[in-house]
Structures are given as C-alpha cells and as structure tokens.
C-alpha cells in the first residue's frame, strides 16, 4: 500500500479552556492551513514554551480544541529544554513531563503535558485491511526501513503516514516521499 507521508515539527493541541487562559476568555482559533487529516488545522496562533532550563518561542498551535491539552516535541529538544519525554501515542500523557505554556493574555503550567510523539499512521476504516486499531507495523520509506509504527484506524481519517522532524532528517525522508506499508 503506497502511504502519503505528513511531517510533525513540535506544536501544542490545547482544550477550550486552556484556549481562554493563553489567549482571552472567548477566544477561537484561527485555520491558517489546513492540514491533510480532515478538520485538522495548523493555527495563526503561536505559543511559547517553557521549561526550569529553556524557552522556546512561536510554537504553532494546532486545532481544533481537544478534550486534553497535550505538547508534542522533537528528540533534539529534550537536551533544550533538560526534560526526557516518553515517546508515545497522543493523548497517552500518564508519567510524562510537565511544561508551561505562554500566549498573550495568560500561561498553565501542567504536568504530564509532553511527549514525543510516535510514528504512527492515520488509515481510514476502508483501507485497514487485516490491520487493527494499535497495531504496530514495519514501514519502508525510500530503502529505510522504520519500524514500531502505530496503526489508528477511524472512519475520518485519510490515510497517512506521520513521523516527526528528527525521522525525516536523519532518514532524508521529504512530504513528498511515499511510504510502502508492509503487513506481517
């Protein structure tokens, strides 16, 4: 199966409320773009980072509004900001590491807020296959081979590979590259 693959730079999701803290009570956010995942957005609004040992500005905050406010960062960010994230599925934030968020108008400062997220591909329930919710597969992405690639299948989801910054550095991997799934 030829898979369309979606680069991840570091960026926040966030809740209503924590919508309001940062930016002003009743604030919505802005699309600035679409992303390829259906009602998936990437924000006019940036945040910015903190932690005891760094600060990070113009972080891009991604909507819509989730029920759980959760900070995605890079491998090469951990040394930054002195913290050792887990590398997890999103939305699984149990014992992970704390953060400050800061916009204008306000900051929350939460614990077990951040991780790095996972390899994992978005497949719509039509093209699932033998593949189920959370399985874990191999994939090849121009002769390199990546493994430990979480499977999410729902019906709104188009099909696509998401891998993070640092796995398309070190592996030359491009947006435009096409990824071959391979089932076991």
Do not use: W
Not at 170 to 181: G, P, Q, R
């Amino acid at each position: 199966m030829k898979i369309k693959i979606g680069l991840s730079n570091r960026h926040v999701h966030l809740t209503n409320e924590d919508v309001e803290i940062l930016f002003g009570k009743g604030y919505k956010l802005t699309p600035r773009n679409y992303l390829y995942q259906p009602g998936q957005f990437a924000t006019e609004e940036t945040a910015t980072l903190k932690t005891n040992k760094n600060i990070k500005e113009h972080v891009r905050i991604v909507g819509p509004t989730r029920s759980y406010t959760q900070v995605e960062v890079l491998e090469e960010d951990k040394e930054y900001f002195g913290i050792n994230p887990p590398v997890r599925n999103s939305k699984d934030l149990e014992n992970s590491e704390s953060m400050t968020i800061i916009g204008p108008k306000g900051e929350i400062t939460k614990e077990n807020i951040c991780i790095i997220a996972n390899r994992h591909i978005h497949i719509n329930t039509r093209d699932k296959g033998k593949l189920k919710e959370d399985d874990i597969v191999t994939v090849e992405v121009n002769s390199t081979i990546l493994d430990n690639v979480h499977i999410k299948i729902d019906d709104s989801f188009k099909t696509e590979l998401h891998i993070n910054k640092d796995d398309a550095i070190k592996h030359n991997i491009t947006n435009e590259s096409v990824a071959i799934l391979k089932e076991d």
